[in-house]
């Protein structure tokens, strides 16, 4: 089968795609023969051995995959030959067929294109957690939520599942185009933090009362200015930096304001810590995985594909991600999809 093959730490644009063997089942784990791999930041971090988890060299990138049940192995009864699955696997995505530990696998409705289902085990699973977790942002109805990145698959999917709470969204972004994806997905108001001072723009669109929960993946600075158009008692996730900055929290402002910082470290849930703790979530995840299915059955999410690209121009996925041009995710197609959506060779 064809792959991206690391064996050493290197800038994507390096990489090549590599004939592999195909991996089989061991117990307890299905083979899945790869529709649609989640192509995203961290991974660029992952395969220059810049990321906070490193897999042991040689290894195949990639952790989010949909696609087809095509070998099982022993003490395996979750799941069939032909089903359609999503997955979390800890490396090996990008790959014509990987293998999964079927703990981190789920059954995806026959509805749900492979392209388009590429984040719900990243994007949406974690922003699901990020929003509705009790002990996280636990927004409520009549919340005023504040959303940077509006614009890319964390994003939109924070606005979605805000406006499915019952908040108020406050859309942040740096272009009318990411902000009119924000404001298609459910948002109520909208604000380029490139052109407009994104502090003063919450304050006066609340009446000077600061919105109760931030959800920020870009960090650095509009981490920092979050905090001073927070409502008392408010609640700010920093969910990843893609600004390039990690904020240092100036703990002076949560003192004064009542102020809660909320992490989240999703690895956690998939087994991606040094103590692999994935078993003891299962039944969380599979509740959560779940309720996403069930948005997305009902019509109240939409998760948004920006572009797919085969698996021989996976430089270029990585360059469209790397660009920000994105809305939504980006994705490497194969197979059956790839097929579907009229790439040759396939």
Not at 31 to 54: D, E, P, W
Not at 77 to 102: C, I, N, S
Not at 132 to 161: C, F, M, N, S, Y
Not at 331 to 341: G, I, T
């Amino acid at each position: 089968m064809k792959g991206v093959l690391v064996s050493n730490w290197a800038p994507f644009d390096t990489l090549r795609l590599s004939e592999l063997p195909r991996p089989r089942p061991g117990p307890k784990e299905v083979q899945i023969t790869v529709q649609a791999v989640g192509i995203s930041f961290a991974m660029n971090l992952v395969v220059q051995g810049k990321y906070q988890r490193r897999p042991p060299l040689p290894f195949v990138p990639g952790t989010e995959v949909v696609g087809i049940v095509t070998d099982i192995g022993s003490n395996t009864t979750r799941f069939k030959l032909h089903d359609r699955v999503v997955a979390v696997v800890d490396w090996g995505g990008l790959a014509e067929q990987v293998v999964a530990k079927v703990v981190n696998v789920y059954e995806l409705p026959d509805s749900f294109e492979f392209a388009r289902a590429v984040g719900l085990t990243n994007s949406y699973a974690t922003t699901c957690a990020a929003i509705t977790w009790p002990r996280l942002l636990d927004v409520q109805k009549g919340d005023w939520l504040l959303v940077h990145g509006a614009g890319g698959g964390v994003g939109l999917a924070a606005v979605e599942i805000g406006k499915i709470t019952g908040a108020t969204v406050i859309a942040t972004a740096s272009s009318q185009a990411k902000l009119d994806a924000a404001r298609d997905h459910g948002a109520d108001h909208l604000v380029n933090y490139r052109e407009d001072d994104f502090r003063n723009a919450v304050l006066e669109i609340t009446n000077g009362r600061g919105v109760d929960s931030v959800y920020d993946p870009v960090g650095g600075d509009v981490f920092r200015q979050s905090l001073r158009c927070m409502a008392p008692e408010g609640r700010i996730m920093p969910v990843g930096f893609a600004g390039g900055e990690i904020p240092q929290i100036p703990a002076n402002i949560l003192l004064i304001k009542n102020l809660t910082v909320c992490g989240l470290n999703m690895g956690l849930y998939f087994g991606w810590t040094p103590k692999d703790r994935r078993y003891e979530y299962e039944a969380t995840m599979r509740k959560t995985m779940k309720k996403l299915f069930s948005w997305f059955l009902d019509g109240r999410i939409s998760p948004t594909v920006a572009k797919t690209f085969p698996l021989h121009d996976f430089r270029d996925a990585m360059g469209e991600v790397l660009s920000r041009r994105a809305i939504g995710r980006v994705a490497v197609v194969m197979d059956q999809e790839a097929r579907r959506l009229g790439y040759p060779n396939f």
